[in-house]
């Protein structure tokens, strides 16, 4: 999705939320989604939601795909790009043309150098 169209989205999203805002049934704690089933409005904004979601989800994609084929030449902040976005171990190595055992070893000798909150990640 080009940027001009994800702007696009948003001003589309601004718009509905302002006409969900004029709604009687609104709640500005947000507690009316029971109330607002079956509203056009919800329906269009969950429509647009899912559309920037699914581009979002394709970049990753394609992200992910694209430094699995750098082989060995991944850095290690691209592995763990990987691994926090739930690529396997298995498949990094394989991409990296290494024994699992030996990229174990690897993982464990680059979580040394990570902070404590991403080490959790594994």
């Known amino acids: 999705m080009q940027e001009a169209e994800r702007m696009r989205v948003y001003d589309q999203i601004d718009e ?12 500005p704690r947000g507690h009316y989604m029971a109330a607002c089933r079956g509203c056009w409005v919800l329906e269009q904004l969950q429509t647009l939601g899912k559309q920037l979601e699914k581009k979002q989800t394709s970049n990753e994609e ?3 795909h694209t430094i699995l084929s750098k082989g060995q030449d991944m850095t290690t902040s691209e592995i763990r790009y990987l691994i926090e976005n739930g690529v396997t171990q298995k498949r990094i190595s394989q991409a990296l043309c290494m024994d699992p ?19 959790e990640t594994f």
């Open 16 to 27: 509905l939320l302002t006409k969900c805002r004029r709604c009687p049934k609104h709640n």
């Open 62 to 64: 394609e992200r992910i």
């Open 101 to 119: 055992n030996m990229f174990g070893r690897l993982l464990d000798n680059m979580k040394r150098g990570w902070n404590r909150e991403s080490i």
